[in-house]
């Protein structure tokens, strides 16, 4: 493992990382400082991560086996994780997402002090669930449960979760057992429509699935399964309550739970054209948009600093 550095940030990134991790983008965005650390739990084939110019981060190399468990294997290695951070954000390693959209959501945890969270899909994202794309009217929803892609978790309800994690067969019952430990609480989870990520990969489309397609069971199957196994309830993904862009609270959130069209047909011509990624696309866009906005901060300090200058000399 990489040496620690010594940190007084309080929230904490750990991705399962590959060799075609895309998250060297978080660390792209504004000048504005990261209110985050980063740990890199790697399982790829290069013997160590990608270095960033001019930032740092941690890493571990924890094997390949499947999200949850090589997290665990993660955690264990170093569980100071759970005592230095009060949030910790777990995402997977095929999201494209800015430094500004993390210091967001981790602000907005804080603010609303949630048990857990997950930064909204883009309307561009692959995506499982209608209920987790973008809805740009708004700051948050309130829901009953959260998606594994992206989510930021209180590190106490983390730790409550490691059994969970080491356990085989997981992968889709982590946000019913997230929802079982915070059931009483309708405003301790939340979807950020104020921060956002891109999910450019095919949903179940990872190696890391092949062993659940030998054995022949759909997810259906191994869900029910392993949450009858373990005592894990089942629940159902609702909007309870929302904020708007303004803070205010939305009197009739079912109003704004619709499903959106765009993303829906766009979801069905690449599942017709048998498209499982888009991150090549999307990282030309990433980069054009970061390029753009770097450019245009010169200008206006530029700009700035030129009105002084003449403040001064008058």
């Known amino acids: 493992m990489a040496e620690l550095s010594r940190t007084k940030r309080k929230n904490l990134i750990v991705v399962r990382a590959g060799d075609n991790s895309l998250h060297t983008t978080f660390f792209a965005g504004s000048q504005s400082p990261r209110t985050w650390d980063l740990h890199v739990s790697y399982f790829g084939s290069a013997g160590a991560p990608p270095p960033v110019d001019g930032e740092d981060f941690t890493w571990s190399a924890d094997g390949g086996e499947s999200k949850f468990r090589g997290l665990f294997t993660c955690f264990q290695k170093t569980p100071s994780f759970l005592q230095d951070y009060d949030y910790i954000a777990i995402p997977d390693d095929d999201l494209i997402c800015t430094k500004d959209d993390w210091n967001t959501a981790f602000a907005l945890a804080r603010e609303y002090k949630v048990a857990a969270c997950q930064l909204s899909l883009n309307t561009r994202s692959f995506y499982s669930h209608s209920i987790t794309l973008r809805r740009k009217s708004l700051r948050l929803r309130w829901v009953t449960m959260v998606e594994p892609i992206a989510p930021i978790i209180r590190a106490d309800i983390l730790q409550s979760l490691m059994p969970i994690f080491a356990l085989p067969n997981n992968m889709w019952a982590i946000d019913d057992a997230i929802s079982d430990l915070v059931v009483d609480d309708r405003s301790s ?41 373990h005592g894990i309830k089942r629940h159902k993904r609702v909007v309870v309550g929302a904020v708007d862009a303004h803070g ?67």
């Open 189 to 229: 989870l939340a979807i950020l429509d104020a921060a956002s990520v891109v999910h450019t990969r095919e949903v179940m489309s990872s190696a890391l699935y092949s062993p659940l397609w030998e054995d022949g069971k759909t997810p259906a199957q191994v869900q029910a399964e392993f949450m009858q196994r």
């Open 248 to 314: 205010q609270t939305v009197a009739d959130p079912q109003s704004i739970s619709k499903k959106l069209y765009f993303p829906r047909l766009l979801q069905r011509f690449r599942r017709l054209r048998g498209t499982v990624t888009i991150a090549r696309r999307e990282l030309v866009i990433f980069r054009g948009v970061n390029a753009l906005r770097n450019c245009r901060a010169k200008v206006l300090s530029l700009r700035q600093r030129n009105a002084r200058v003449g403040i001064v000399k008058q």
